[in-house]
């Protein structure tokens, strides 16, 4: 099991700056692979093309850029460039965002978001394989060619939680990533599905790229608090509380990876045994427990 490792987000004027440091850091420290949010900051691509393109070594990679608020052909444009930015390093992770966001803040529809997904990918793919593209669905239209620069194959990652969407991911992409998805449910619910799905269209075992809280800590019971009030709208948002429930978990606290080294070590042990391929750490510690926890981290990577 790959392990990677996610960036918070900078803000302010020097915000790519600091995110370039972060980015270093990551790749000095020996991780597999970093990850970048797109919420209500930075732009993840636009991003890591200017920061990551300083950083070599190391994968980068959008968890995850919502779909509906970009066309298919604008987002194989602008990751085929990004990917060019950084020689082929970037792993572009996509997902449909929440009703709340879609709807209440862009002001788009979001009814039928596994067709609209389907039809995303009818036209997101082979753009990024530079083909041309004529497609007429129900949702999503396109009748066009990009000239843009392709470094490499882009892999794509799709953020899948139900069922249709993890099919969907299992049978077109190079996998899924995670989040708010604790290791019982991992084990006995994502990843047969994702495997079983891509087994039957005749593609390669998909990632199964699983990021979660982690805090190496003598006090698990306040990080766990503390992983409550920092993540506490995932528990309210529908597709991460199912997700919660099927784990048997009340709060976000409850997946958090918390405890001593040893502890943690043999919580990451238990995704790797899930068939996590990809465990991304989100730190939300301060103070020693951060040290504590990326000592860990970088303990783990040989």
Sequence with gaps: MRIGISQD????????VRLRDQLQHAADDGFASAWVSNIFGLDALTALAVAGSQVPG???GTAVVPTYPRHPAVLAQQAL??????????????????KIVIEDMYGYSFDRPARHMREYLSILL???????VAFDGETMRAGIGLT?????????????????MLRLAGQRTDGTVLWMTGPATVRDYIVPTIKQAAEAAGRPSPRVVCLL???????????????????SIYGLLPSYRAMLDKEGAQEPGDIALTGDENAVAGQIGELAEAGVTDFVAAQFSRGDDAERTRALLKSLLS
């Design 148 to 164: 843009t620069p392709r470094p490499a194959r882009v892999p794509v990652l799709l953020a899948a939680l139900g069922p249709q």
């Design 126 to 132: 082979p753009l990024l394989d530079g083909e041309q």
């Design 81 to 98: 460039t990004t990917a060019t930015a950084l020689d082929g390093r970037l792993t572009l992770g996509i997902g449909l965002s929440h």
């Design 9 to 16: 987000e900078p803000s302010g004027p020097q915000a790519l």
């Design 58 to 60: 190391i994968e980068l």
């Design 213 to 231: 809280p982690v805090c190496v800590t003598d006090d698990p019971d306040g990080a766990r608090a503390r992983a409550n009030r920092v993540f």
